[in-house]
């Protein structure tokens, strides 16, 4: 396994364990549930884009690697010289553009923060719930195997 795709599990593994954190806040119901969704979904979000772009790099193997991972194929640098696209990639780019993954890189929608009176909570309308997240580290998991081991076997 190369270090980039060690850098995308473990960020992978941050963002599982926040889903976590969240999923017992959630049950624990000491906090509303768009107040969660304020501290926890764009953290969640960051770390799981964050895994999504060192496994990017890992499959482009670029002549040069980026200070920070890109969040989407476009953002990628040129692969090596001699070096095609892979097939890996352009699954992605098709991914990026409908399904779990445009979902996960949509910014959340910048809505001005409306309190409800009585209460410090505010809106959340356009943040990633929970779900959301969670079906994107799922599918993220089982890309990253698949892909992973067709990678290793070249």
């Known amino acids: 396994m190369s270090s980039l795709r060690g850098q995308a599990n473990h960020a992978l593994y941050l963002g599982r364990l926040l889903l976590q954190a ?20 764009p953290a969640v979000r960051e770390h799981l884009l964050t895994a999504y772009g060192w496994f990017l790099l890992d499959l482009q193997k670029p002549a040069q690697l980026p200070p920070q991972p890109p969040h989407c194929v476009a953002e990628l ?8 696209q892979p097939a890996e990639v352009t699954e992605f780019a098709q991914l990026e553009t409908q399904g779990w993954l445009s979902r ?21 309308s356009g943040q990633l719930d929970w779900d959301t997240l969670q079906v994107a580290a799922d599918e ?13 076997e070249c």
Not at 145 to 151: E, V
């Open 22 to 41: 969240w999923e017992q806040a959630r049950r624990a119901e000491n906090v509303p549930a768009n107040t969660l969704a304020q501290a926890f979904g």
């Open 77 to 84: 640098p040129p692969a090596a010289p001699g070096k095609a």
């Open 104 to 124: 996960l890189l949509q910014q959340p929608a910048a809505q001005p923060a409306r309190r409800t009176e009585g209460s410090l909570a505010v809106s959340t």
């Open 140 to 152: 993220l998991e089982a890309a990253f195997s698949r892909m992973g081991d067709l990678l290793d």
